[in-house]
T-cell receptor, first 120, second 112 residues
Framework: GAVVSQHPSRVICKSGTSVKIECRSL??????MFWYRQFPKKSLMLMAT?????????EQGVEKDKFLINHASLTLSTLTVTSAHPEDSSFYICSARDRSLLAGDQETQYFGPGTRLLVL | RKEVEQDPGPFNVPEGATVAFNCTYS??????FFWYRQDCRKEPKLLMS???SGNEDGRFTAQLNRASQYISLLIRDSKLSDSATYLC?????????????FGAGTQVVVTP
């Protein structure tokens, strides 16, 4: 099946620093990628939808200046957590939708393995 | 009220037994429904889509009840490897194609 990678898988940083997370679709082109955040024992929460070549759309309550998203190509989207604070510590997961799939299958999203961020 | 609600469990199931659990959703305009599986500290993986007429994939059976706005998952002949958290996933609305709403998950623990 389709493969999505994320890098890094784990990052520990000091409060106030910025952290960039990469999400890549390895064997397919993804016009749309999604960024989620998951706290322990909680559901995945959609943060933003990243569209190739255009600005990301953010969910209500998600600060766009805090979580910068860039979708520069059909296989790469990046999420930058700017001036990270301890409350940003979480599991960040991206997903990608395969543009080549038929309409009925286009809702299938392939998830990356996630990035664990710990801000000290 | 949460948009997608699940019993968190855990459901402790003897190996070989059957387990079933539901998920309710609040948006009557939701069009697509899925069950994902998430192992501890891993990403979610699609288990199966849920179709209006109900569908089966091996030992897994999913049902959709639009009138009561719930979906169910039944696992027959449970294996130790079925231990995981099962996420109920609903598309957010008919006009937000691709946006998925996740439940917090139902934990299943299959014991020898």
């Amino acid at each position: 099946g389709a493969v999505v990678s994320q890098h890094p898988s784990r990052v520990i940083c000091k409060s106030g620093t910025s952290v960039k997370i990469e999400c890549r679709s390895l064997d397919f082109q993804a016009t749309t990628m999604f960024w989620y955040r998951q706290f322990p024992k909680k559901s995945l929460m959609l943060m933003a939808t990243s569209n190739e070549g255009s600005k990301a759309t953010y969910e209500q309550g998600v600060e766009k200046d805090k979580f910068l998203i860039n979708h520069a190509s059909l296989t790469l989207s990046t999420l930058t957590v700017t001036s990270a604070h301890p409350e940003d510590s979480s599991f960040y997961i991206c997903s990608a939708r395969d543009r080549s799939l038929l309409a009925g299958d286009q809702e299938t999203q392939y998830f990356g393995p996630g990035t664990r961020l710990l801000v000290l | 009220r949460k948009e997608v609600e699940q019993d968190p469990g855990p459901f402790n199931v003897p190996e070989g037994a059957t387990v079933a659990f539901n998920c309710t959703y609040s948006n009557s305009a939701s069009q697509s429904f899925f069950w994902y599986r998430q192992d501890c500290r891993k990403e979610p993986k699609l288990l199966m889509s849920v179709y209006s007429s109900g569908n089966e994939d091996g030992r897994f059976t999913a049902q959709l009840n639009r009138a009561s706005q719930y979906i169910s998952l039944l696992i027959r002949d449970s294996k130790l490897s079925d231990s995981a958290t099962y996420l109920c996933v609903v598309n957010k609305a008919a006009d937000s194609w691709g946006k998925l709403q996740f439940g917090a998950g139902t934990q299943v623990v299959v014991t020898p």
